[in-house]
Structures are given as structure tokens and as C-alpha cells.
């Protein structure tokens, strides 16, 4: 290829879950209260799926309006990307029945799962096969129903998650706009950090470890608040540093909505301004992989982004797991 091809971001969507659950609601069936963790968070309502709005029903919904928007037919797409930490099932992937739903015919699908930082590995491994020449029509989309994994009478975890999807299309193009640079990581000794521990190939499910509630998510949350912040920023400052752009020059953060202290804190190391920061987890909670798509999809939706404009996506998650895309938003002018 003799010019260098880009990945142009054309279509983007998302779906949650119908039911809404706040805190006031959970403060009712265990010990905690809104103002905990508003205070602590800054959540203060989550979307929770129902039975029939497993990971891949909202993944589709997220999927089809992408591709609506982008005005690309689901032939066109050559590759699907679903990344999430919560499949339909243990196999085949989440993104064999995605791409059944959207009608995708024989395109690459597969799933990736890099928890919280899904999207941006995504985003990253989407443009590389793009970039390649792998694929020109790239649908990318993150969902979890993380409340699946979570313990409701544990409210270490159960206020801080909800369920959605976002997603991406991407297609290869001339003009220097998508991804520009991006940079992930992961520090594998901290996997004990953030996990699941039961109902894999490790300790399968037994009646036992069911009754001991082992099925469920764990967290070291004081620990995880502080490798999030040292690896959002550092791969930020490493993703500006490789897009040859300022800090400065960034229009919006488009952080991974975990916890508001965590983007406080994130934004005084890098001396942005909080304004600058784009901030929905108040309604949605920590959405695992489609925080940062749903999060984005708002930005766009309320005119903080328009065609041109650069934008900073900083994310991390169990793994432990981080990373950061510098992307030019939209397509040049036709
Ligand atoms: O996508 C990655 C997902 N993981 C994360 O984002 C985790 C990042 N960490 C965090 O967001 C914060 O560490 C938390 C929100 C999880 C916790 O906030 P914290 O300020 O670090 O609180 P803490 O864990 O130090 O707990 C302080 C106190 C404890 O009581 P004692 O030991 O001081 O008496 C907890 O038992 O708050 C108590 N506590 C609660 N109280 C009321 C913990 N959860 C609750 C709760 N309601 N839901």
C-alpha cells in the first residue's frame, strides 16, 4: 500500500438495558446509602438487563444502529469484533450470534476480552487489521451485562456496575482521521486484583463453590483505584506523545466511567481541566467494556465532538488491563 490507510470511525451506537435501578433502591435491600456512594462514586443510577437482554441482544442493538448511522449494509462488513468479559455462553463466541442477528455473511467474527479496556484494545486491533489491509469494513462492538457476575448482597461491587453496549464502525480511508495512536497494556500479577474465580476451566462450578457465592466477582477496589490512574495516564501521555499532538490540542477525554474520583484524579495528573472530561457514569455506573463507546456515543449526541476534533479515550479494567487511542474524530468533508 503506498499511502498510509486509515481507520475513519463512521457509525457509532449503543443500547442499555430497560430496567433502571438506583441507589436509593439498593440502599433498601443492603447496607449502603445513596449518599455513600454518590459520594464515592458518583453513581447514582445503573441500567440492569432482564432475562431476555443478555450480552449479545444488546450488543445487536448497539451494532445495528452503528451501521444505520454509517449507512453501511451488513454485507460490507468484512470483520466483527465483540469485546466483552461476559459472553452469551462459555462457547462459541458472543460475536457468532451478533453477527447472525445483524445478518453479517461470512464475515471474520470473534470475541476479545480485555474486561473494562475492551474498546480500546478493540479500537486498536480493529485499525491494526485495517491498516494491514486485513479488512476495509470493521463493525466493533463492546457490550457486558457485568451485573451478571456480581453478588447482590455484596456492596463492594453491587453498586458500582450496570449493563450496555456501544459500538463502532470503522472504515479504511486516505485521510488521516480515526485512530492516529494508541498504546495498550497490562500487568498480568495483577490478576487476583479483579476477578471471577469460579466456572471456568480452572475451578469449575461445583453445588459447593455455588454455595460459598465463589461464582461471583471479587475486587480490591483501593488497590485498582491507583493502577487505574497510573495507567490511564501514562498510556495517555504515551498515545498523545505517538499521535504528535499536545495534550492541549485534545477537544475531550473520553475516560472509562468507573469512578468520578478516579477521573478527578486522573485529570489533576495531567493538569486538564475537569471540563474537558466527558462524564455519564452518574447514569449508567461502570459498564465494563461499553463505558467508554456508550460515554463517546453521548459525547457526539450532545454536539462535544463534530468532525475533526480530537479526542483522548483512556481506559482500564481487570487484567489488570489499560490503554489509550488519540482519534480524530469523523470523516473528512466528500
Ligand atoms: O473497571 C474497573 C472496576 N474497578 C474499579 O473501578 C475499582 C476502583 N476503586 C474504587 O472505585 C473505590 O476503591 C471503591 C468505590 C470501590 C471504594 O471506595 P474507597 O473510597 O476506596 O472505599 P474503601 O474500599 O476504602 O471502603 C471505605 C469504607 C469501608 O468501611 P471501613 O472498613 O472503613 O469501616 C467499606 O466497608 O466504606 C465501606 N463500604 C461501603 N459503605 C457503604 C464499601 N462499600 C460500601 C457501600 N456502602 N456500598
Request: glycine letters at 10%; hydrophobic letters at 45%.
Amino acid at each position: 500500500m503506498s499511502s498510509p490507510r486509515y481507520a475513519a470511525i463512521m457509525g457509532w451506537g449503543m443500547a442499555v438495558p430497560r430496567r433502571v435501578v438506583t441507589n436509593d433502591e439498593l440502599a433498601q435491600r443492603i447496607d449502603t446509602s445513596n449518599e455513600w456512594i454518590l459520594t464515592r462514586t458518583g453513581i447514582t443510577q445503573r441500567h440492569v438487563a432482564g432475562p431476555d437482554e443478555f450480552t449479545s441482544v444488546l450488543a445487536t442493538a448497539a451494532g445495528r444502529e452503528a451501521l444505520e448511522r454509517a449507512g453501511v449494509a451488513p454485507e460490507a462488513v468484512d470483520t466483527l469484533i465483540v469485546a466483552t468479559c461476559t459472553p452469551d455462553r462459555p462457547f462459541p463466541a458472543t460475536a457468532s450470534a451478533v453477527q447472525r442477528n445483524l445478518g453479517i455473511p461470512r464475515a471474520g467474527a470473534f470475541d476479545l476480552a480485555a474486561a473494562c479496556s475492551g474498546f480500546v484494545y478493540g479500537l486498536s486491533v480493529g485499525t491494526g487489521l485495517i491498516k494491514s489491509g486485513m479488512s476495509q469494513t470493521l463493525l466493533l462492538v463492546a457490550a457486558d451485562v457485568f451485573t451478571s457476575l456480581i453478588d447482590w448482597e455484596d456492596r463492594n461491587t453491587c453498586v458500582l456496575f450496570g449493563d450496555g453496549a456501544g459500538a463502532v464502525v470503522l472504515r479504511a480511508t486516505e485521510q488521516p482521521y480515526g485512530l492516529l495512536a494508541s498504546n495498550i497494556g497490562s500487568w498480568g500479577e495483577g490478576e487476583t486484583m479483579m476477578a471471577v474465580d469460579v466456572g471456568g476451566t480452572r475451578e469449575p462450578a461445583t453445588p459447593a463453590l455455588l454455595e460459598q457465592r465463589r461464582q461471583y466477582v471479587y475486587m480490591h477496589g483501593r488497590e485498582i483505584f491507583k493502577h487505574a490512574v497510573r495507567g490511564m495516564c501514562e498510556s495517555a501521555e504515551r498515545a498523545v506523545a505517538d499521535a504528535g499532538v499536545s495534550l492541549d490540542a485534545i477537544k475531550l477525554v473520553v475516560p472509562h466511567q468507573a469512578n468520578l474520583r478516579i477521573i478527578e484524579a486522573v485529570a489533576k495528573r495531567l493538569a486538564l481541566p475537569m471540563n474537558r472530561f466527558f462524564v455519564n457514569l452518574d447514569r449508567y455506573g461502570n459498564t465494563s467494556a461499553a463505558s467508554v463507546p456508550i460515554a463517546l456515543y453521548e459525547a457526539v449526541q450532545q454536539g462535544r465532538l463534530v468532525a475533526g476534533d480530537l479526542v483522548l479515550l483512556t481506559a482500564f479494567g481487570g487484567g489488570l488491563t489499560w490503554g489509550s487511542c488519540v482519534v480524530r474524530w469523523g470523516m473528512s468533508p466528500q
